[in-house]
C-alpha cells in the first residue's frame, strides 16, 4: 500500500523505512506435517494404482513432479534403490520430461515394505506405455495426480494437506531418527545444505536441546560406573571395620 501510494504520489518517502518487523521462520509458520496415523489413513484410502505415489512421496520424500517421472527401469529392485532422473513438468498446453529440479538427480534408497509395494503395482497394475511409467500417462500429468490425491483425502477423511506435505513427513523422520543436514539434504535433493537448514531447521533440537542431553547421559553414565563399583568391591569400609572390632582380621 505504501508502495502503491508512492506511485500515486500521494507520499513522497516511505513512513516505514527504518522499521524492524519481528523476525518469523517462514518455512516453520507454513509448514504443515501429517501424522503418522494420518499418513496410513491416506494410503489405506488411496486406490491400488496410486498407492505408489503416496508411498513414493511420504517414504521416499519424492516431489510430485519427480513421482509422476518414476519409470520401472529407474527402480533397482534387489539394491533397494530408486534413481531419481527426471520429472515431468506441466506448461501451457504440454507436458515436459525434463532433469529433476536445480539439477538434482540422486539415489533414493528405499525401505524393504516400499520395494514390495512396488513390486506389487508393477505385478498387478503394470507400467504405462513403451516408457514403462509408474503411473497412468504417457507422461503422467501432475495436475491429474494432485486431484486424484484430492480425492483420495475425501475418502481417508483427511484434510489440509498437499503431496508436498508428505515431502515434509519423510523430512521430519529422518531428522526424528538422528539424521545429519546432509543426509537430509542429499535425500531430498536439495541443491546446497543451505535450503534443508532453511526448510527444516526447526525440526533440529537447538544447542541447548543437546547440551541438556549429554548432560543428562553423562550424569546417568556416572551413576551407574558408581553403582557398580560399590557392588563388585569385595569389601566396604564398613565391612573392614566390623570385622577388625569382632577379631576376624589379624
Not at 503418522?36 to 494404482?49: C, K, L, R, T
Not at 519427480?66 to 534403490?81: I, P, Y
Request: proline fraction near 6%; include cysteine.
Amino acid at each position: 500500500m505504501i508502495r502503491a501510494a508512492m506511485a500515486d504520489r500521494i507520499l513522497t518517502v516511505d513512513p516505514s523505512m527504518g522499521v524492524r518487523l519481528p523476525r518469523t521462520r517462514r518455512a516453520e509458520v507454513a509448514m504443515v506435517i501429517p501424522s503418522p496415523e494420518q499418513v496410513g489413513a491416506i494410503m489405506d484410502a488411496a486406490e491400488d494404482w496410486f498407492r505408489p505415489f503416496v508411498a513414493l512421496a511420504a517414504f521416499a520424500g519424492l516431489r510430485i513432479g519427480e513421482v509422476a517421472g518414476v519409470q520401472v527401469s529407474d527402480v533397482e529392485f534387489l539394491k533397494r534403490t530408486l534413481h531419481v532422473t527426471r520429472q515431468v513438468q506441466k506448461e501451457p498446453g504440454t507436458l515436459s520430461v525434463i532433469p529433476p529440479k536445480h539439477g538434482s538427480e540422486r539415489p533414493v534408497y528405499l525401505p524393504d515394505d516400499l520395494v514390495a509395494l512396488l513390486s506389487k503395482h508393477v505385478a498387478d497394475i503394470g507400467v504405462h506405455g513403451d516408457d514403462c511409467w509408474l503411473l497412468p500417462g504417457r507422461p503422467p500429468n501432475p495436475d491429474s495426480l494432485r486431484w486424484h490425491f484430492t480425492r483420495t483425502l475425501e475418502r481417508a477423511g483427511v484434510s489440509g494437506f498437499t503431496p508436498h506435505d508428505l515431502r515434509h513427513y519423510f523430512a521430519s523422520g529422518l531428522i526424528a531418527h538422528g539424521a545429519d543436514v546432509v543426509t537430509v539434504q542429499r535425500a531430498l535433493g536439495h541443491a546446497k545444505a543451505t535450503t534443508t537448514l532453511n526448510t527444516y531447521s526447526h525440526l533440529w533440537g537447538t544447542a541447548e536441546d543437546r547440551t541438556r542431553t549429554a548432560a543428562a547421559d553423562l550424569m546417568r553414565s556416572s551413576r551407574v560406573a558408581a553403582d557398580s563399583s560399590r557392588t563388585s568391591r569385595p569389601e566396604t569400609a564398613d565391612f573392614r571395620a566390623d570385622t577388625t572390632r569382632l577379631g576376624l582380621r589379624s
